[in-house]
C-alpha cells in the first residue's frame, strides 16, 4: 500500500489538502482513496479530472468514482513530474 499527504487541484484551480492510500499502484495504474473535506466543495468539480500532487513530487491524474464529505474513490495515472511554480 502507498499512503501519503498531499494535495489535490480541481478544475476550479481550487487547491485542497489531502491523504491518500492506494492499493494498487503500478506504473501506469493507481487505485486507492483519498481522505479529504469536501463539504464546502460543489460536487461538479468531480465530474472533471482532479490532479493529486504527492508529498515525493510526483503527480496523478485522476477520474473520482465515488465520494462523501470525507473521502474519494479514485482510479488514476501518474504524469511526468510536473514543476508546480510553472
Given amino acids: 500500500m502507498l499512503t501519503g499527504i498531499g494535495s489535490i487541484t480541481l478544475r476550479s484551480?481550487?487547491?485542497?489538502?489531502?491523504?491518500?492510500?492506494?492499493?494498487?499502484?503500478?506504473?501506469h495504474h493507481w487505485v486507492g482513496h483519498l481522505i479529504v473535506d469536501t463539504t464546502d466543495t460543489d460536487p461538479s468539480e468531480f465530474a472533471y479530472k482532479v490532479l493529486l500532487h504527492c508529498d515525493g513530487g510526483s503527480a496523478v491524474e485522476l477520474a473520482v468514482t465515488n465520494w462523501s464529505d470525507r473521502c474519494m474513490t479514485?482510479?488514476?495515472?501518474?504524469?511526468?513530474?510536473?514543476?508546480?511554480a510553472a
Fill in 13 to 27: 484551480g481550487r487547491t485542497l489538502p489531502i491523504e491518500y492510500e492506494f492499493g494498487a499502484h503500478h506504473e
Fill in 74 to 84: 479514485v482510479v488514476g495515472r501518474p504524469l511526468p513530474k510536473l514543476d508546480r
